[in-house]
């Protein structure tokens, strides 16, 4: 079936930090969207990136479509970063099926 | 414009209980979607809607129902409640489908004693 595996599944950072956050999928996709679940349990989207590069203040996302990965980057930590960071994929028959999660904790 | 709403947000059901959620979007929609969230185990899509009146399976179907009579509400029922469902249920909605932009309901708690 279709898999979608992110790493690390967990990361400590001090804040004013960077990370990146990796998303692997196992097939061509339609679409692919990361997530932002903040400490309450909302679910916001962040990027909406089949392919290439977007940018939105300290966060940035690649999608390699043909290498089956697209990265988060967060830049400059700060501690409302916390929460876990999902990636999403879709498929042909409008499927949208989630990763396991990157659960990230900014440290003070 | 209030965007994805679910009904209720909480709820505690004994096992054999039988229950219905209720998902609702005024953005004018064509695509539905049910998700269940567990501790370590992201979220898993239950059951899909392409628009009114159909309905298709997910990953983890069994156990649920659903149905779109109206585009803008999309229900999830549990027929026989067992401790297994005990989870955190999304609903999400997007204008065309997997290509694009997806929004998310404030989720409902479910706990089966």
């Known amino acids: 079936g279709i898999q979608v595996e992110q790493s690390p599944p967990d990361l400590i950072l001090q804040e004013g930090a960077n990370s990146t956050l990796r998303c692997n999928f196992s097939d061509s996709v339609n679409n692919l969207q990361w997530f932002h679940q903040n400490p309450w349990g909302q679910l916001i989207n962040l990027f909406y990136?089949?392919?290439g590069t977007k940018q939105n203040g300290r966060l940035s996302a690649t999608t390699v479509a043909t290498e089956r990965y697209s990265l988060l980057y967060i830049s400059s930590s700060q501690t409302t970063d916390s929460g876990v960071y999902f990636c999403?994929?879709?498929?042909?028959?409008?499927?949208?099926?989630f990763g396991k999660g990157t659960r990230l904790h900014i440290l003070p | 414009n209030a965007g994805v709403t679910q009904t209720p947000k909480f709820r505690v059901l004994k096992t054999g209980q039988s229950m219905t959620l209720l998902c609702a979007q005024d953005m004018n929609h064509e695509y539905m979607y049910w998700y269940r969230q567990d501790p370590g185990m992201g979220l898993r899509l239950i059951h899909y809607?392409?628009?009114?009146?159909?309905?298709a399976k997910g990953e983890v179907p069994d156990g649920y129902n659903v149905s779109r009579l109206k585009k803008q509400n999309f229900l999830l029922g549990l027929e026989s409640a067992a401790p297994s469902q005990t989870s955190v249920y999304f609903c999400?909605?997007?204008?065309?489908?997997?290509?694009?932009?997806?929004?998310f309901g404030p989720g409902t708690r479910l706990t089966v004693l």
């Open positions: 999403a994929v879709s498929y042909w028959d409008d499927k949208i099926i």
């Open positions: 809607s392409v628009g009114e009146g159909t309905t």
């Open positions: 999400a909605s997007t204008l065309g489908g997997g290509i694009d932009t997806q929004y």
């Open positions: 990136i089949p392919s």
